[in-house]
């Protein structure tokens, strides 16, 4: 024999000795090396060094070993793999190498004066999913027959079968037992087994280490919410979370980022959405900290400082303004009040003609229009005017010269400050007889551009504080002085005054401006026009004269993105404004435009969000596509079944979903047992064709679909009850499918909506007896509600027996007769006879359609709104 080989033998064990501090127990004195080592196929052959310890490295090399304590004298050390659950199970695995048997377990007998047991050739047999239930079986048989003496084989492939469903065969551990030896030499009495830490595939995303190795946001919201691109070492997307926490003690605050499966791209990055602080009225900044944390092994990774900073409850900064206290005016008669100091000092002095600069440099930062004021105004009115009996006595002197030109300017303006006292007192005197205050704003009207330390002119303070009147009248003096540029005036959040009338929702505010020329393609500092925030509002109000004054020019806004990449459909998914959509769409907004960031179309955003009113406006309403990609080939389907909505999957289903549809994250990169099957399969193979290469033109491995990210059991079934009806559709054509007879045609439906209008059946009543009261607001907007109930009702794959009991109880009986002959053509068609329950149209149907669970799924809505 190459090496000592021990045959096996069949043991009778006796009960556990005890462990005790003075009786003989085993201890484990180097655990196995949890990550790092890969199991090998049978293909593959053995695996190039034995299974390390943990604490093995280059130069020093280490393996599991084991020490039976508080004895002395032969004994006997079995290893078996098995399961890393709680109690541990046979694993389907088997350890090979140097003292393996053919049961896959290896035995070293040690002592008497060394009790120390060191495995240094052991390897892991991986077998493929086929084999597994076979293996399992064998074992535990045998492991029933060393115990009890008699196998049961009915029992032992019952629990088989139900280990190998939950088995993951990417995660082993290392059971040891000691056997000690008895009086006749045989070794008989078993110490209580110890059971080492998890070994990992190093091909499985387990094996890895978890590192956080980038993330674009180090801060965000208390509120949560932000999403964040967070890149890391590989990791497996359906045993992975992102955990926040704040003190590691217990009870301290611990929350998780929401993502699915689908934001885990190629499993080295995760997009996610940050969770709440557990106090969101905090006033200064606070620091957490988040990491990577598997769900099944617990293990994390280090930790990474975040911020959550205070809610900006005044993000458009209008409320801070509104509370801005008025300034407090000294008396102007003191010679220090601004009205005097707005002069710069009356003039009359040497410092006059600083003075009066000065009032220039005002008026014309204040707008541009100093100019005009004064040549509009003071028509006449010449620069070199010289004031009479002011004529110079010498002109020999320069100092003479200056004094007289000096003199001029002060005398010039002071005949200016009079002039325009004596026009504003008639203004006063004129407003005071009518009460109209445009005549005020007349006389300063070069003052209407002038800009506040937050860059806001008269019309944007007027606006913040709501005062239509005041609107109205600076809107109509600049348009009398030729200042329209005035209306288009950004302050310092680049915000015209157009955008805070939407931000506000001043609906005449917004029309008065948009007939008064101001322009609504001017964005803000998030590239957003005043489209953009009407629809990130949701309202709908504000919405309409936007889309109405828009025109050829500016049509192309309502599929512009902002600096986010969003659209004004995408901002009105995430408001839930069904009224919004429906106004965009009817503008010319593509229904299935991506957004910049992901490619994500507005049914997705509404899918991803979980807003089933809002997918369902998009998809009956709007026709949206329901088969749309993402950047990574996700469908609305997918995101559903990975979110485990029933009734979102059972309605895009109904609508025409592509259930076999891929996306672009490949299944190889998975860990479940099938794709590790087939790399065995795949690696045998390549053994078998004289280890020749892969074959470059080999097909790349196939995708997820919705199946696959399913994680609800009732999604599972959903998906797969129709991949069964689609089979069966193709592999029978002498039985009718079912689910074709459950189903609405559009020319039925036409036909039966004419039948409820003549007769005048309340639409309202029917929704009641369909269960579909809670859309009740859907309809009502609609010209025609019962055509829109009817279509919610077919797009759900709403059974026609169902419709057929609603019309009987309102006394229906030509809607009755329609829906039945629909059903006989139907069935004449499709198989030339028949069916007996359609012989006598008298005869209520008995069958039951196979999307009748899908349709009571689907009309679950009032438990699905309480989530909302």
């Known amino acids: 024999m190459p090496y000592d080989y021990i045959p096996p033998v069949d043991i009778k064990t006796e009960p556990y000795i005890p462990e005790t501090a003075h009786g003989p127990y085993i201890q484990i004195i180097e655990e196995p090396k949890q990550r790092g080592f890969r199991f090998r196929y049978e293909c593959e052959g053995p695996s190039h060094g034995g299974l390390p310890g943990a604490s093995s490295e280059k130069n020093r090399r280490t393996y599991p070993t084991v020490k039976i304590n508080n004895y002395v004298g032969h004994a006997r050390v079995e290893v078996q793999l098995v399961t890393h659950t709680d109690p541990p199970r046979v694993h389907a695995h088997s350890l090979v190498g140097r003292h393996c048997t053919e049961k896959g377990t290896c035995t070293l007998d040690i002592g008497p004066n060394d009790l120390t047991a060191s495995f240094s050739n052991l390897g892991i047999l991986h077998v493929t999913k086929k084999g597994v239930i076979e293996i399992l079986c064998r074992r535990l048989r045998d492991e029933k027959k060393r115990q009890k003496g008699g196998p049961e084989e009915v029992a032992c492939l019952k629990e088989a079968k139900e280990l190998g469903r939950v088995m993951d065969l990417n995660i082993v551990r290392l059971k040891f037992t000691a056997y000690l030896q008895d009086s006749n030499g045989g070794f008989t009495r078993a110490l209580k087994p110890v059971v080492s830490n998890p070994i990992y595939d190093s091909k499985s995303p387990n094996a890895s280490n978890l590192k956080i190795t980038r993330m674009d946001k180090s801060c965000g919201s208390v509120l949560g919410g ?460 390549d053994t078998e064709a004289v280890s020749q290469p892969l074959n470059p033109r080999k097909r790349r491995a196939a995708g997820h679909t919705p199946l696959d990210l399913a994680k609800c059991q009732k999604v599972r079934n959903l998906l797969n009850s129709r991949q069964c009806s689609t089979s069966s559709r193709h592999s029978s054509k002498k039985i009718r499918p079912k689910v074709e007879s459950s189903r609405l045609d559009e020319d039925t439906l036409t036909r039966l909506v004419e039948v409820l209008s003549i007769k005048g059946v309340p639409w309202k009543k029917l929704a009641e007896k369909l269960g579909m009261m809670t859309l009740t607001h859907l309809y009502e907007d609609s010209p025609v509600p019962c055509q829109h109930l009817l279509q919610h009702y077919k797009l759900g794959g709403g059974p026609v027996d169902g419709l057929v009991d609603a019309l009987q109880s309102l006394g229906l009986t030509d809607g009755v007769r329609l829906l039945r002959n629909t059903e006989l053509r139907d069935d004449k068609h499709s198989t030339g006879v028949i069916p007996e329950h359609c012989q006598n149209p008298e005869q209520e149907w008995t069958e039951t359609p196979v999307s009748e669970e899908a349709w009571s799924t689907c009309c679950m809505y009032e438990s699905s709104f309480q989530k909302l």
């Open 226 to 685: 932000d999403e964040i691109f967070l890149l890391c070492d590989k990791v497996q997307k359906d045993d992975i979370e992102i955990r926040f926490y704040e003190e590691e003690d217990e009870g301290g605050w611990e929350a998780f980022g929401d993502f699915s499966p689908t934001d885990v791209h190629k499993q080295y990055a995760i997009v996610f959405k940050t969770p709440p602080y557990h106090c969101t009225e905090i006033e200064r900044p606070v620091s957490v900290y988040l990491q990577l944390k598997r769900k099944k092994a617990g293990d994390r990774s280090d930790p990474k400082q975040f911020t959550y900073i205070p809610q900006p409850i005044d993000k458009e900064e209008v409320l801070r303004k509104k509370q801005k206290p008025l300034p407090h005016f000294e008396d102007w008669r003191d010679g220090r009040g601004p009205g005097r100091q707005s002069f710069g000092g009356g003039g009359s002095r040497g410092g006059g003609g600083g003075g009066g600069g000065f009032t220039f440099n005002m008026f014309n930062g204040g707008g541009g229009t100093g100019s005009s004021f004064f040549s509009g105004g003071f028509s006449g009115f010449g620069g070199a005017s010289q004031i009479s009996g002011s004529t110079p006595q010498s002109t020999d002197t320069g100092g003479q010269t200056g004094g007289q030109t000096g003199g001029q300017t002060a005398a010039t303006l002071h005949n200016r400050a009079s002039q325009s006292s004596r026009q504003t007192a008639a203004a006063l005197l004129q407003y005071c007889s009518t009460g109209d205050a445009r005549v005020l704003l007349a006389i300063q009207r070069h003052l209407c551009g002038i800009q506040d330390s937050n860059g806001d002119t008269p019309l944007h303070l007027a606006i913040i504080h709501q005062q239509t009147g005041v609107i109205q009248q600076l809107i109509h003096t600049l348009l009398n002085s030729q200042q329209q540029n005035i209306l288009n005036t950004p302050n310092h959040l680049q915000q015209t005054p157009l955008h805070l009338a939407v931000t506000t929702r001043q609906v005449k505010v917004v029309e008065v401006l948009l007939r008064a020329g101001a322009n609504p393609s001017l964005l803000d500092k998030d590239g957003r026009s005043p489209l953009h925030l009407a629809a990130l509002a949701g309202d709908s109000a504000t919405l309409r004269p936007l889309l109405a004054h828009l025109g050829e020019r500016h049509a192309h806004l309502v599929n512009t993105a902002d600096f986010h990449g969003l659209q004004p459909l995408h901002l009105a998914v995430r408001r839930d404004g069904e009224r919004c959509l429906r106004l965009l769409v009817e503008c010319g907004a593509k229904i299935n435009a991506p957004e910049q960031k992901s490619g994500s179309t507005a049914l997705h955003l509404a899918i991803r969000e979980n807003l089933f009113k809002v997918a369902c406006t998009l998809i009956t309403d709007l026709k949206a596509d329901v088969n749309a990609c993402t950047y990574g080939g996700n469908t609305p389907l997918h995101l559903a079944a990975s979110l485990g909505s029933p009734t979102l999957c059972s309605m895009l289903v109904a609508a025409g979903a592509d259930k076999n549809m891929e996306n672009d994250e490949p299944l190889f990169f998975s860990s479940s047992s099938d794709e590790e099957e087939s790399d065995g399969e795949a690696l045998k193979e």
